[in-house]
């Protein structure tokens, strides 16, 4: 099925540093969803975007919902270790189902 | 409010069993939805279901089957389990109201078919 390009797969960052990641997809979508896994446990969404252009902050996490509606970034600044994990981006265009890239793997040096 | 639960976190079956995976949604959401991922295929979507009727479906075999009862909870069957089947099952419930779409995934089950 269709799926989002998510870069990059894989980061291994110093603690302190800023991260972005970001998705990118062939079609628009009105809905950007950002999620956080931890092994062994299911997704926590992180942030949600609604509005094309939109930039959304949660703690040291902001998003930013892209103005063609074809891509959305996810930034962490000062990186802890508890920030490593998978973050995967996901979109959505009206009742039709959540379409997912296949995630970002952090890694975080103390 | 409590989160989405998923039963059993852990199962370990054989080829050609069947198997019975249950969620509990948020309390209030309607929606919910089945994931299955693994590491080479990532999330793929399963089904939706809304108020007890299938609303969307992922691109899985008849063997994927699912339901939801009339207090939104949701329960989804494999039959003639194949080694392939070995994933983690998440489930995710919404609220579905019009300030957003967010869905919420539960700790997941995780099926392994020996």
């Known amino acids: 099925g269709q799926q989002l390009n998510q870069s990059p797969q894989s980061m291994f960052i110093q603690e302190g540093e800023d991260v972005s990641m970001n998705c990118t997809s062939s079609?628009?979508?009105?809905?950007w969803l950002w999620y956080k896994q931890d092994p062994g446990e299911g997704p926590v969404l992180l942030i949600a975007?609604?509005?094309?252009?939109e930039l959304t902050s949660n703690g040291r996490l902001t998003a930013q919902f892209g103005i063609t509606r074809k891509d959305s970034f996810l930034n962490i600044s000062a990186s802890i270790p508890s920030d490593v994990g998978i973050y995967f981006c996901?979109?959505?265009?009206?009742?039709?189902?959540?379409?997912f890239g296949k995630g970002t793997r952090l890694s975080v040096i103390a | 409010k409590a989160g989405v639960t998923q039963t059993p976190r852990y199962l370990i079956k054989t080829r050609g069993q069947q198997v019975t995976l249950s969620c509990s949604p948020i309390?209030?959401?309607?929606?919910v939805s089945w994931y299955q991922q693994t590491p080479g295929q990532g999330l793929q979507f399963l089904f939706e279901?809304?108020?007890?009727?299938?609303?969307n479906k992922g691109n899985f075999p008849g063997r994927f089957s699912g339901r939801q009862f009339s207090n939104s909870r949701s329960e989804m069957n494999v039959s003639t389990l194949e080694l392939g089947d070995s994933a983690l099952y998440l489930c995710?419930?919404?609220?579905?109201?019009?300030?957003?779409?967010?869905?919420?995934f539960g700790p997941g089950t995780r099926l392994t078919v020996l």
């Open positions: 995710a419930s919404s609220p579905l109201t019009n300030s957003g779409n967010e869905q919420f």
């Open positions: 279901y809304f108020s007890e009727t299938q609303r």
């Open positions: 975007l609604y509005k094309a252009g």
């Open positions: 079609s628009i979508f009105n809905t």
């Open positions: 996901a979109g959505q265009t009206g009742n039709t189902p959540l379409v």
């Open positions: 309390s209030g959401h309607r929606s």
